[in-house]
């Protein structure tokens, strides 16, 4: 079965810090993969995917993240932290036919930037 | 543009209620799903749906239901209401787009913080 792992829980990082989210799938053919936002109070919005090509990808407010198909992972970074960056993340796979939808989610990661 | 749109934000329940928990876009997405979130345990999927008519189990089904009678609505049934349904739960669309040959991203409503005493 599908699965994703989060290994961090709990991470607590000062403004201006580097930062940097570990994630694993196990899936051994093809993936698309998914970071996703949680800010408190609201519901989940999409920091950034991957499907194809290049595997460095880029997404909003300063986010990217590196797929690395030898080590089934796609870490999560970003050079430097804000306070607004506080929120919960969640690392997301879509495995197998591109048809089926189904998003399998890792436990998150909660992130809280001290001013 | 509304989005994926759930009712209702806030719910309490007495152990053995039943209740539905409305689920309903405005995208014409073929795939709409319900997860359930609980901390240290992310986003656990209950059932899935990938176009009118067609539902399917996911993690944790137990004690749920659904129906899919139209593309825009997917309602979660809970038959008889636990403690250990407490929870914020999320419904999700998403547009399966075989035409284009790729995924895409997942939209979720703003949850339905339920609590069962």
């Known amino acids: 079965a599908q699965s994703v792992s989060q290994h961090n829980h709990h991470v607590i990082l000062s403004e201006a810090a580097s930062l940097e989210l570990g994630c694993n799938y196990s899936?051994?053919?093809?993936?698309?993969l998914f970071w996703y936002v949680q800010y408190p109070g609201q519901h989940l919005q999409l920091l950034l995917k991957?499907?194809?090509?290049?595997?460095l990808v880029k997404g909003i407010k300063g986010f990217e993240a590196e797929f690395i198909k030898s080590k089934f992972s796609f870490n999560l970074r970003k050079p430097s932290v804000q306070w607004s960056d506080t929120a919960e993340y969640f690392c997301a796979v879509n495995a197998g036919s591109s048809n089926t939808g189904k998003l399998i989610f890792g436990q998150g990661t909660t992130l809280q930037v001290k001013p | 543009n509304a989005g994926v749109t759930q009712t209702p934000k806030f719910q309490v329940l007495k152990t053995g209620q039943s209740m539905t928990l409305q689920c309903a876009q405005d995208?014409?997405?073929?795939?709409m799903s319900w997860y359930r979130q609980d901390p240290g345990m992310g986003l656990r999927l209950i059932h899935y749906s990938v176009g009118a008519g067609i539902t399917d189990q996911g993690e944790v089904p137990n004690g749920y239901n659904v129906s899919r009678s139209t593309t825009e609505d997917f309602p979660l049934r809970l038959l008889s209401a636990a403690p250990s349904q407490t929870s914020v739960y999320f419904c999700a669309s998403r547009s399966i787009a075989r035409l284009r040959g790729g995924d895409t991203e997942a939209f979720f409503g703003q949850g339905t913080r339920l609590t069962v005493v």
């Open positions: 899936y051994g053919g093809t993936v698309n």
């Open positions: 991957y499907f194809s090509g290049d595997p």
């Open positions: 995208m014409n997405h073929e795939y």
